[in-house]
């Protein structure tokens, strides 16, 4: 069993930025792959970015505005969020894909407003 829990999040101006955290229950060098991902009121999940193998993958909506990275020794996944949008508010949460199994974390809510 892997569990996943996120922090970092809260209510943010527009333009502003936040650091999300995902910290890890076991060691996460070897994960294949890892994401976060995000879901407004009324909308469903979508991506926001994914890293696996030291390759990046992020939604067009939020490229050259936020960025993924982890930290090995600290077991612990980041989403760094900058030029926030009220667009960007939402529950986001983190995944870690470990064979055969996905497995998410209870999310943090985003909120963007003035």
């Known amino acids: 069993q892997v569990q996943l829990v996120e922090s970092g999040g809260g209510l943010v101006q527009p333009g502003g930025s936040l650091r999300l955290s995902c910290t890890v229950s076991r060691k996460i060098f070897s994960i294949y792959l890892m994401g976060w991902y995000r879901q407004a009121p009324g909308k469903q999940r979508e991506l926001v970015a994914t890293?696996?193998?030291?390759?990046?993958n992020y939604a067009d909506s939020v490229k050259g505005r936020f960025t993924i990275s982890k930290e090995n020794t600290k077991n612990t996944l980041y989403l760094q969020m900058n030029t926030l949008k009220p667009e960007d508010t939402a529950v986001y949460s983190c995944?870690?894909?470990?064979?055969?199994?996905?497995?998410w974390g209870q999310g943090t809510q985003v909120t963007v407003s003035s």
């Open positions: 890293l696996s193998a030291g390759s990046t």
């Open positions: 995944n870690a894909v470990v064979p055969p199994r996905t497995y």
